[in-house]
């Protein structure tokens, strides 16, 4: 590794735009935006993927459940009251649609009430 009196630095440019993050963390997706809608007593289902194997399943459910441990935390905390609970849930067949399997969150009675 060079030592830092060897790197040339270059010359200071003015005007270069900053460009867009690229996502990570506190990033609001669809699914944190969807969380943050939940009132107590709602609930909202995620289907997975037909043909999915069981760790693609467990993979989605610790993501959301990654999803909403770090809402709790961004922000200095303005989410950390809310309580969730996340079930594996599946549906039923119709005659218009076949039977699929989820998982479904719900928004519980708050920790502070």
């Known amino acids: 590794m060079k030592k830092y009196e060897e790197l040339n630095p270059g010359s200071i440019e003015k005007g270069i735009p900053v460009p ?11 699914l944190k935006e969807r ?3 939940l009132e107590v007593g709602d609930s909202f289902y995620v289907e997975f993927p037909p043909d999915s194997s069981y760790i693609v399943k467990l993979r989605i459910r610790n993501n959301m459940s990654t999803s909403i441990q770090r809402l709790k935390t961004v922000g200095g905390g303005t989410y950390a009251g809310r309580k969730f609970t996340m079930r594996n849930w599946q549906t039923e067949a ?5 039977a699929t399997e989820g998982c479904r969150i719900w928004r519980i009675e708050d920790r502070n009430t």
């Open 20 to 30: 867009p993050p690229r996502g990570g963390r506190g990033k609001i997706n669809p």
């Open 35 to 37: 969380i943050i809608e």
């Open 94 to 98: 119709r005659e218009d649609s076949p």
